[in-house]
């Protein structure tokens, strides 16, 4: 059998100066619009009006935890040539239980995140178009109506338009939002205090008084909560390997499919000074669109985490139920009516985005899921496989928009953001880092593994994902 080699990258993978790679941007683009569309334009700014600056330490964490399990998952890919989840086909036990659990967990997660997302910029838009407070038969209307709408958009969307779009829309929001947070005046110090200083905060007692179906839970379940979905989780993470391939990086350019596992062990790698240079040039293009997406989803946690602790928290105003977005904007009012019409460009470009990528990025997570069992060499049609997403998601997520009128569980979009918050974006992202940890370990020889240091991050990132999303699940629908 033939020795892996990797091809030639190009000359900006090679040249030095990192400037020259920028135009590796792309899949984590993707990968970060559908992120801020839920947590950051929601759970950053409930966390900054609930908690001030104090907890901002804590979506710092969680976002390195995930910036570490996706680039250490993508460096696997890149340099192997099989996702992850095909190299768990080899684990002890029945074959596929692992990929098999961690895509059930996604297919559970998918029509919760469809519902939340709609039913949030659908209050938004109830809200603005009646310049009063909506029914909640209104805001569920609308975000039916978003729904259908972004299955429309999905249905013939492609990656390079949807790259492009995405690409548009977080720069939008990058520059609306800072402006808007910057123009609030933050303190800085309490800031910097907040990034770097760990603590577990309690609720004011005006927490107790107004809101007090938040105060009924203990603080640390609520940050659990925001790890789990700041940064995203599987649903997006799954499928962002398969943006991977249709970026015909690194041995993708030759085949965009490969099955090296076996339980013999795994396909030879050249070791070669050459090949090992080279995997080390395209590693770079990860390093550089899993840093840059993950930058930009910090920013945006800084600025909306900003929003919440100077305009909310300092007036007594937690997005809550189905007031989840407005709160910002009136108080925005008081600094300059032109920042509401940043804001809502902002908010509608940042939601109305994730909504219109969920599809395709879902339909990723599928694809790539369902790969390590196919049969023969013939790929799946992702074309059928995606109108399937499609219309499943749609009628399961518009079911749950309405079955929230008699189910106090799923009531809004901050209980129903709880289930795939929980389950995909923090226990199913640390049992995720533990599998990659096996997988380099099993399957790349020496020169190519990751160093220590990346190594026993992973596996402490696993641990401590694993860890909140089982007790945070068991404390909010058991205990």
């Known amino acids: 059998m033939d020795l892996i080699r990797y091809p030639e990258p190009p000359k900006q993978l090679t ?26 334009t929601i ?20 976002l390195i935890m995930k910036a570490i399990q996706l680039y250490a998952s993508s460096r696997y890919m890149m340099l192997s040539g099989e996702h992850p989840m095909q190299s768990w ?62 299955a429309l958009f999905g249905w013939n969307q492609n990656y390079k338009s949807l ?48 809101y007090p179906n938040i105060a009924v839970k203990a603080p640390w379940i609520e940050l659990v909560t925001y790890v789990g979905i700041i940064g995203g989780g599987l649903p997006a993470y799954i499928g962002y390997f398969g943006f991977l391939r249709d970026k015909q990086w690194g041995l993708f ?20 000074e050459e090949n090992l240079r080279n995997s080390r040039n395209w590693l770079r ?12 989803i910090f920013i945006f946690s800084c600025a909306f985490m900003v929003l919440g602790a100077v305009i909310l928290h300092k007036s007594q105003m937690v997005p809550d139920q189905f007031d989840l977005l407005t709160h910002q904007e009136k108080f925005l009012t008081t600094l300059s009516p ?16 994730t909504l219109f990528a969920t599809f395709d990025v879902w339909t990723k997570s599928v694809y ?39 189910w106090e569980t799923i009531s809004n979009p901050i209980t129903i953001v709880a289930v795939p918050a929980l389950l995909g974006g923090t226990t199913g992202c640390g049992i995720w880092c533990l599998g990659v940890a096996w997988a380099d370990r099993r399957n790349l020889p020496e020169g190519f593994r990751m160093n220590m240091t990346l190594f026993v991050a992973l596996v402490i990132s696993g641990v401590a994902l694993l860890g909140m999303g089982l007790l945070g699940f068991y404390f909010k629908f058991i205990g």
């Open 15 to 40: 040249d030095h100066g990192w400037w020259k790679s920028i135009g590796f941007l792309g899949p984590g683009i993707i990968i970060a619009s559908v992120s801020i569309g839920t947590g950051e």
């Open 43 to 62: 759970f950053a700014s409930r966390g900054g009006a609930i908690f001030g600056y104090a907890i901002l330490w804590c979506f710092t964490l969680g």
């Open 89 to 150: 086909t080899q684990l002890p036990g029945p074959r596929g239980w692992l990929p098999i659990g961690l895509l059930f967990i996604t297919a559970i997660c998918l029509p919760f995140l469809l519902a939340a997302l709609s039913i949030s910029v659908g209050s938004i838009l109830a809200w603005m178009y009646s310049k009063s407070e909506a029914s909640e038969i209104t805001v569920r209307t609308w975000a039916t109506g978003l729904v259908l709408v972004a």
């Open 163 to 210: 790259e492009k779009s995405q690409t548009v829309i977080v720069a939008v929001l990058l520059i609306t939002i800072v402006i808007a947070a910057i123009a609030c005046q933050p303190n800085v110090v309490a800031l910097f205090k907040g990034m770097f200083v760990p603590v577990l905060p309690e609720y004011k007692s005006w927490i107790t008084v107004s």
């Open 253 to 272: 350019q030759n085949q965009s499919i490969y099955q090296h596992s076996t339980q013999s062990g795994f396909q030879e790698i050249d070791s070669s």
């Open 285 to 296: 293009a990860i390093k550089i669109d899993v840093g840059g997406s993950f930058i930009a």
């Open 338 to 353: 032109y920042l509401v019409i940043l804001y809502r460009v902002g908010i509608v470009a940042a939601i109305g985005g």
């Open 368 to 406: 790539e899921g369902l790969l390590p069992f196919k049969k023969s060499d013939k790929s799946f049609s992702i074309s059928k496989l995606k109108k399937i997403i499609i219309i499943t998601t749609t009628i399961i997520g518009i079911s749950v928009i309405w079955l929230g009128l008699v």
